[in-house]
Nanobody, 117 residues
């Protein structure tokens, strides 16, 4: 069964850092694109970052220079290092996967990230 399990969310002060992790089950093709998406209250879910099997990355403009996505193909894991966090980064963060022919990812359950003093 294809599953994504996120971890690492929490409460952090503005300017702080968090690292999100996502474990992809054996049912998810290892060559799929993996990514992180987020949804704040009242907003649509949006792309944060994606990474291909060979390491090509895409970032939302709002996180460029602050967030870094990485993956471990051997372990089928994807990570999101988030630095210089801002209150507007507060959202539920979802791990997702898709193949190169699809524009619609399948998501995990999500993990809450709250940036507040």
């Amino acid at each position: 069964q294809a599953q994504l399990v996120e971890s690492g969310g929490g409460l952090v002060q503005p300017g702080g850092s968090l690292r999100l992790s996502c474990a992809a089950s054996e049912g998810i093709p290892r060559k799929n694109i993996l990514g992180w998406y987020r949804q704040a209250p009242g907003n649509q879910r949006e792309l944060v970052a994606e990474i291909t099997y060979i390491g090509t990355t895409t970032y939302a403009e709002s996180v460029k220079g602050r967030f870094t996505i990485s993956r471990d193909n051997a372990e089928n894991m994807v990570y999101l290092q988030m630095n210089s966090l801002k209150p507007e980064d507060t959202a539920v963060y979802y791990c997702g996967h898709r193949n190169i022919y699809s524009t619609q990812p399948a998501w995990g359950q999500g993990t809450q990230v709250t940036v507040s003093a």
